[in-house]
Nanobody, 124 residues
Framework: QVQLVESGGGLVQAGGSLRLSCTAS????????MGWFRQAPGKEREFVTA????????YYADSVKDRFTTSRDNAKNTVYLQMNSLKPEDTALYYC?????????????????WGQGTQVTVSS
């Protein structure tokens, strides 16, 4: 079992930045691909970004490409999501997830473990 805890969410003005962290316990995340998803009120949970166990390649949703960057520090058992140039439409509950397999990382069903989420609110 892997337990995932997200942190770093908050309220920020449009154009600002936030860095989310996802820290794992129970097992080393070096064996897992890691992903970030988000869910806005009344909407489906959607893919944001994913990173393979080695740190590459990385994958991004078109809506966040060139603004968000994911990275990982396996020694710290932590994955990061750097979010720049934030927009009001980025407002959502952000979830971290771990996948045992390396494929289909854009799909929720590919992930085996999920965190509880951290709220990001971007004001206009």
């Amino acid at each position: 079992q892997v337990q995932l805890v997200e942190s770093g969410g908050g309220l920020v003005q449009a154009g600002g930045s936030l860095r989310l962290s996802c820290t794992a316990s129970g097992r080393p995340i070096s064996n897992y691909a890691m992903g970030w998803f988000r869910q806005a009120p009344g909407k489906e949970r959607e893919f944001v970004t994913a990173i393979r166990w080695s740190g590459a390649p990385t994958y991004y949703a078109d809506s966040v490409k060139d603004r968000f960057t994911t990275s990982r520090d396996n020694a710290k058992n932590t994955v990061y999501l750097q979010m720049n140039s934030l927009k009001p439409e980025d407002t959502a509950l952000y979830y971290c997830a771990a996948a045992e397999g390396p494929y289909g990382l854009r799909y929720r069903t590919s992930y085996d473990y999920w965190g509880q989420g951290t709220q990001v609110t971007v004001s206009s």
